[in-house]
Structures are given as C-alpha cells and as structure tokens.
C-alpha cells in the first residue's frame, strides 16, 4: 500500500503547529493549524477538544521542557529554586505563550501532575496546607514575569534630564538587567518562604 503524502494527523503535529503560529503571531486559530498542516479544519477537532484543547496541547510542549525531576531535590529550598530556574527558561523561550498560559485553567494531566509533586516537595517541608498555593502562585507570578521580561529591551526606560537620578541609576545597573532582577526576585521570595515554615520540621 503506498504511504500517504502528508503524514498522518496526531495531537503532536497539532500542539507543534499551534505553538509555532503563537510564537509567530501571538495568537492561532484552529483554521490555521488546519492550514499549516495541509488538513480539514474538522480533522483538528477530531484530535482535540476545540480551542481550550489546542492550548492545553500548547501547554504540554512548553512544559515538557521544565526539568519536574527537580522537585525530588533535597534540601526543599534548593529543590524549588532549580525547579524555578528551569520552568524560566521553558517559558522564555516561547514569551507570547506566556499571556495566554497564565489566563486559562491549567488541565493537562501532564503539567497537573507537576504541581502535585510540588505541592508535596511544599507539604514534607513543613508548610502548612493552606500555605501551600500562595507560595506555588507567587512564585509562578515572579517566574514568568522574568521569562517576559527576558523578551523585553534591555533598556526599559528613557530618561529625560527632569530623571537625572534614575539615568544614574540605569547607568551603574551595566549590562543583563532581566537577569539581575531575577537573581534578586528569586532571592527575596526564597527568603521570605522560609519564613513562613516558622522553623516546622520536615515531614514525610
């Protein structure tokens, strides 16, 4: 039997054209993917669960990339920092994701299942249960504000000679501003969630 000339249609190739059109344009439509793929816009939706489906398939791929073997990391703090440094840089590469990811419910049982180790990484470690989300939120919030922020100019702003201080300010900062407020953000928010374990003993 001879192959067929375009390559059968799988969720896969979907999710791949998808986050290709919104790393490009920003946005996709199902009638894109069906025309990047060279299929029936009604084939799509054979694979997936209209809109909401495409973009927990976006979802998937970008994730992929978060190294989720980190949360198995000791000691606790340790574990969520490269857990954060590596869900960055998964995001950063694909920044016009970001907005989209961050305003739909997540339902991927495959990124669900991530967060489930985290929120155990959280509970062995002594925090108390209705702890756990604000500190997963908060620093999911710093987390992606900085893989945006790495898709920004490196410089923000434009001082006039009214901003003599912050031209000076911007001019001691030198080169790898995102980073730097990273490193900071990072910092400061690690500190402030060992605080609020009060100095509980690991469990589990």
Request: proline share 7%; net charge negative; glycine share 10%.
């Amino acid at each position: 039997m001879a192959r067929p000339r375009t390559p059968l249609l799988d969720r896969d190739r979907i999710g791949a054209a998808a986050l290709e059109l919104l790393a490009e344009q920003g946005e996709f439509s199902v009638p894109q993917i069906a025309r990047a793929l060279g299929v029936q816009t009604a084939s799509v939706y054979h694979h997936v669960d209209g809109r909401a489906g495409v973009i927990e398939l976006i979802r998937e791929r970008v994730c992929a990339e978060i190294d989720g073997g980190a949360l198995a990391g000791a000691p606790w703090d340790g574990a969520l920092e490269a857990w954060a440094r590596s869900y960055r840089a998964a995001f950063a590469a694909y920044p016009r994701a970001i907005p989209l990811l961050m305003t739909t419910p997540v339902r991927a049982p495959a990124v669900l299942a991530q967060y489930e180790e985290a929120v155990l990484l959280l509970l062995r470690a002594g925090f108390r249960l209705d702890q756990v989300m604000p500190v997963l939120t908060g620093l999911e919030n710093l987390v992606l504000g900085s893989a945006l922020d790495l898709a920004a100019p490196e410089a923000m702003w434009e001082p006039t000679p009214r901003t003599p201080l912050l031209a000076g300010a911007l001019a001691a900062q030198g080169p790898g501003r995102a980073e730097a407020a990273f490193e900071v953000g990072l910092t400061a928010f690690l500190a402030y969630a060992r605080t609020l374990r009060g100095g509980a003993e690991p469990t589990g």
